[in-house]
């Protein structure tokens, strides 16, 4: 198991020699109320180039991410709330998702002969990790000042948790680099053998959260696979080229051109919901998806160790409201979730979720903002 020293001096690996002073950029920490009967903090980490992160240790939230447009003026590129409370009621603004990212079938699987029940909160599956996953917990934080400042959060997940057997010791760590990417890396240990799947769920516009749909946004997405879903949106085991679907982001266009499209599983979700599988060699940092948007100039870029990416627009009929008063219409933002695959531990076939005792599960994808076009 890794201690917190060891923690330490790996997240100070993740920081390049910054291209900036150490003193133009930093990370700050305010008190923000309590949640699960424990006081919260909220986190804000600087770079000289004006960007900036706020994480909670509640849940591992990232609450705002503020990036320049071509003018230079910030916006809020991600949804979320004005307060802890609101991040108490189960959105997944921002969260960080576990043990298991996306549903698990029957929300039962079995390992090394043993069948595990989990619980159950999506109809019959498992979704998320369960009723209480990763985003319902306080962290225990340690800020890391410097160029490229970070936020190392660390829980323990006990044996049984959710239904997931094993002792299960988690981190992620924030980066906000110099160049305007936000890092975001897992690392785990176990003591019994366990399934983990984590991913961050934010939940992004790059004209600044709150401001209409994204359908207009050019998405290009680096996959010429996806693992297709059935009626009740699970993941068959099958593996289908995007080539002649409403799926296929190999060319960059706008998100909303097919997204009422007459695919099966375009017309059960409505629109998108599916995991693609990414490019090259799982295990490796390489780009997963490209995301514009005409008015701001505004560009992200998702590169990740993970061998998949979901998709994900949300479909509320009503406006939510958010922070600030915002409202958060239908498709009002997309995800891009990098992960493995659905119901993984049920499908051989599909790339492994399973952490046995001796190992370090590591997994990172970073957020890139280039120079606005």
């Known amino acids: 198991m890794m201690n ?22 930093k990370i700050e920490k305010a008190p923000w109320g309590e949640a699960a009967g424990q006081k919260v903090d909220i986190y804000t980490l600087s770079n ?31 949804l979320g709330y004005d307060n ?37 909160n999506a109809g019959p599956n498992n979704i998320h990790g369960g009723p209480v996953g990763f985003s319902y917990h306080v962290y225990s934080a340690t800020p890391m000042d410097g160029p490229e400042p970070s936020l ?22 924030y980066t906000l680099k110099a160049d305007n990417t936000l890092r975001v890396d897992y690392r785990a240990t176990t003591d019994k053998p366990t399934v983990l799947n984590p ?65 099966p599983a375009i017309v059960a979700t409505p629109g998108y919901d599916i995991n693609f599988i990414v490019r090259g060699k799982a295990g490796t940092l390489r780009r997963a998806a490209r995301v514009s948007e005409p008015e701001s100039g505004r560009v ?9 990416v979901q998709l994900y627009l949300p479909n509320n009929e009503k406006p939510i409201p958010g922070r600030g008063g915002e409202q958060y219409v239908k498709r009002g933002a997309f995800c891009l979730e990098t992960q493995h695959f659905a119901n993984s531990p049920n499908i051989p076939s599909f790339p ?20 606005p076009q």
Not at 5 to 22: E, F, I
Not at 59 to 75: I, Q, T
Not at 300 to 308: F, L, R, S
């Open 4 to 25: 917190r020293a060891a923690l330490l001096g790996a997240s100070l690996l993740l920081a390049a020699p910054g291209l900036v002073s150490p003193a133009m950029a």
């Open 48 to 78: 000289a180039r004006g960007m900036s992160a706020r994480i909670t240790n509640y849940g591992a939230f990232l609450v705002d991410l503020n990036v320049p447009d071509r003018n230079g003026v910030n916006a809020n590129v991600n």
């Open 84 to 120: 802890v409370t609101a991040y108490t009621k189960g959105t997944t603004y921002g969260s960080i998702i576990g043990r298991f990212a996306n549903r698990i079938g029957g929300a039962k699987f079995t390992l090394d002969g043993n069948t595990y029940q989990l619980k159950a």
């Open 152 to 173: 190392i959060l660390h829980l323990v997940s006990p044996d049984g948790d959710q239904g997931f057997p094993g002792k299960l010791d988690f981190t992620v760590i």
């Open 199 to 263: 991913t961050n769920h934010s939940y992004f516009n790059l004209r600044g959260a709150g401001n209409g749909d994204v359908l207009g946004h050019t998405l290009q997405i680096f996959a010429d696979e996806m693992t297709p879903t059935d009626a009740n949106h699970m993941a068959t085991g099958e593996i289908a080229k995007v080539a002649g679907t409403g799926f296929d982001f190999r060319q960059p266009k706008a998100i909303g051109k097919d997204i009422n499209g007459p695919d």
């Open 300 to 308: 992200m870029e998702v590169w990740t160790t993970q061998p998949g």
């Open 352 to 371: 492994s979720t399973t952490l046995r005792p001796g190992e370090i599960f590591f997994e990172s994808t970073e957020f890139r903002f280039p120079k």
